[in-house]
Every structure is written in structure tokens, then in C-alpha cells.
């Protein structure tokens, strides 16, 4: 009789041991990959994030810049024209530093790709804009010279009619396109990263929700093990 008692006794440590070792490794395995997993989300989609903010900015300056050359390219008056230029000139410094600090970062194949799209607009941008402001300096050289009684009769150029057209003409057929190409370019790699954002944190979340499952089947085969253990009894 103590013999079996014995062996009962014996049988229920075991069971316990065995009842509190799977509990400690169903939890324990569920908890670390689960900090785990938040740790590694939180790191990837604020660096995504952090991305996206870049390149918004990035954009954002960079039109301005371009409204201003395109405002500069349209009007005639040099005061205005020399304002605008030193306003693009800060501009593009801050713009150049943000450029920097998303090419310094951990960039996809799909987004340093991306950067030579946006760096082969900017160099037809900068051809066209180069093209019409020569096409523009030789209609300023070919102007005739009148007199402006209110201006102490001091003599300004006065381009002709027909090369001013042909300028407005070069204006809207190269520089528009090319500057819109441009700024397409830069919405491309924000909706790039944007998506990418979208896609790691559904990657996360699907991670997260197979680790519950996982749980869930730890514990029912724990339960199982037990109500076997129960008839072992």
C-alpha cells in the first residue's frame, strides 16, 4: 500500500513539473518572440516613417525652388529675378541636406533606383531651364532700344514680340514638362516608401497574429497532455 502511495506521489510531481515546465515554455516563448517582434516593427516602421518625412520635405522644397525658376524664366524684372534667385539658393542648401540624410540612410533596392530616376529628371530639368535662359539672353541681346519719357528718357530693351513667344513657347513645351516630370518623380518615391510602410506593418501584424496562434495550440496540446497525464494516473 505505502509502495503504491509512493508511486502516486511520484507521479504527481511529475505531472506537475511536467504541467509547470510546459506552461513556462509556452508563455515564456510567446513573450519573447512578441517583444521581440515589437522591438524589430517599432525600429522598422519608424525608420520608414522617418524616411517618408524626409522625402515629403525634400519634395516640398524643391517645388518651391522650382516655382521660383519657373517665375524667374516668365517675368523681366531683374530686382525680382536677383530676390528670387538668393531665395533659391538657401533653399537648395537645406534641400541638398535632406537629400543626404535619406541617401545616408538604409535605402531598398527600389528606392536608391528611385534616386537616379529623381537625380536623371533633375539633369533634364536643369538642361531645359539652361536652354531657355540662353534662348532668352539672345532675345534680350536682339532687342531694339526705345526711349521712356517717365524713366528720364534713359533707354531699356524692349524685346521683339515674335522671339518672346518663341521663348513662352520653350517655356511650356520644355521646362513645364520637364518640371513636372521632376516633381512626379519625387511623389514616386514617397508613394514607394509610403507603401513599403504599409507593407511592413501588414507583415508585422500577420507575424503577431500566427504568434497567438501558436500560443493557443501550445496551450491546447498543454491541456491535452494533461487530461492524458489525468488517465496516466
Known amino acids: 500500500m505505502r509502495v503504491k502511495n509512493v508511486r502516486l506521489s511520484a507521479k504527481l510531481w511529475i505531472s506537475t513539473v511536467l504541467i509547470v515546465l510546459g506552461l513556462c515554455s509556452v508563455t515564456g516563448y510567446v513573450a519573447t518572440r512578441s517583444a521581440g517582434d515589437r522591438l524589430a516593427s517599432t525600429a522598422a516602421l519608424d525608420a520608414i516613417s522617418s524616411k517618408i518625412k524626409l522625402s515629403n520635405r525634400w519634395a516640398a522644397l524643391v517645388e518651391l525652388n522650382e516655382a521660383r525658376m519657373h517665375a524667374i524664366l516668365l517675368g523681366s ?9 538668393n531665395d533659391i539658393s538657401s533653399t537648395s542648401t537645406q534641400a ?3 537629400r543626404k540624410q535619406i541617401e545616408s540612410q538604409s535605402l531598398t533596392s527600389g528606392e536608391q533606383a528611385q534616386l537616379v530616376k529623381i ?3 533633375r539633369k533634364a530639368l536643369d538642361a531645359s531651364r539652361d536652354s531657355i535662359t540662353a534662348l532668352r539672353a539672345k532675345v534680350q541681346a536682339s532687342g531694339v532700344v526705345a526711349s521712356v519719357p517717365d524713366a528720364k528718357d534713359q533707354p531699356v530693351v524692349v524685346p521683339d514680340e515674335a522671339p518672346l513667344k518663341e521663348v513662352m513657347a520653350a517655356i511650356n513645351s520644355q521646362h513645364v514638362p520637364a518640371m513636372k516630370n521632376y516633381a512626379q518623380s519625387m511623389r514616386d518615391l514617397v508613394a514607394m516608401q509610403e507603401q513599403d510602410f504599409e507593407t511592413s506593418r501588414l507583415s508585422y501584424a500577420k507575424r503577431a497574429k500566427e504568434l497567438i496562434n501558436m500560443g493557443l495550440i501550445g496551450m ?13 494516473l
Open 96 to 98: 541638398d541636406e535632406i
Open 119 to 121: 537625380s536623371e529628371s
Open 220 to 232: 491546447v496540446l498543454l491541456i491535452v497532455s494533461i487530461l492524458a497525464g489525468a488517465g496516466w
Open 77 to 85: 524684372d531683374s530686382a525680382v529675378a536677383a530676390e528670387l534667385k
